[in-house]
């Protein structure tokens, strides 16, 4: 298996629920990436792991936790989310370095009722 | 701050048109990296195409080729004798040298709908 897999593919959930996205690549990158895309909105970054560590935290609320425990396997965790939230989640990775091009999965497709 | 813009929020034509995807920049940093992604119903963003701002050449891949003009902060994305299959949503993105988390801005997109 190549390239970025997430799973679920689509995900519905009440709003006092707890679930978790997974993303995992296989191009032995070592960058790894969280957006959210809305209807009608750009692409936002959430989350950026480098290495293992997070680089940045692009003031995403708390009820969106992330965690990556290798460099190939990430994770968001979602708990009390808003409908608001509702959304494309999709996760990328990339070689370090800002020159690097990412590759994304095709995301996951979350309903918050 | 850098910023992207993708004026067209969506295009139309018919198969074997051409169409061409504008795409401006705005960024302090003087070494910087243009990307652009095709993004299919399926979802998965798909990278087309990387250039430095070092590098003007324009580049012509199959039906694709760019334009990349650093005197107007634009990096033009043209589509010859388009298909049914490139219908999708095409972004812009840029990266600066300085940018912390390889951080990369997108523009809002463009959809682009071929008609046979």
């Known amino acids: 298996e190549t390239g970025v897999t997430q799973t679920p593919r689509h995900l519905v959930m009440g709003m006092t629920n707890k679930k978790s996205l997974k993303c995992e690549q296989h191009?032995?990158?070592?960058?790894m990436y969280w957006y959210k895309q809305s209807a009608k909105k750009p692409l936002e970054l959430m989350f950026v792991?480098?290495?293992?560590?997070?680089?940045e935290n692009n003031s995403v609320p708390s009820r969106f936790s992330p965690e990556c425990p290798n460099s190939s396997h990430l994770f968001l965790h979602l708990h009390t989310l808003q409908p608001e939230d509702s959304a494309l989640y999709l996760c990328?990775?990339?070689?370090?370095?800002?020159?690097?091009?990412?590759?994304f999965g095709d995301g996951t497709r979350l309903s918050i009722l | 701050a850098q910023k992207v813009t993708q004026a067209q929020t969506e295009i139309s034509v018919v198969e074997k048109e051409d169409v061409t995807l504008d795409c401006v920049y705005e960024?302090?940093?003087?070494?910087?990296?243009l990307f652009w992604y095709k993004q299919p119903p399926s979802g998965e963003l798909v990278f087309l195409i990387r250039r430095n701002s070092f590098d003007e050449q324009n580049e012509i891949s199959g039906r694709y080729s760019w334009n990349f003009q650093k005197s107007t902060s634009s990096f033009n994305f043209t589509i010859t004798a388009s298909q049914v299959v490139d219908s999708a949503v095409y972004f812009c993105a840029l990266s600066e040298r300085e940018a912390a988390g390889n951080k990369l801005t997108f523009g809002g997109g463009t959809r682009v709908l071929v008609k046979p």
């Open positions: 191009l032995g990158h070592n960058a």
């Open positions: 990328a990775s990339s070689q370090d370095g800002v020159q690097q091009p990412q590759h």
């Open positions: 792991y480098n290495f293992k560590e997070q680089t």
């Open positions: 960024t302090r940093d003087t070494t910087y990296y």
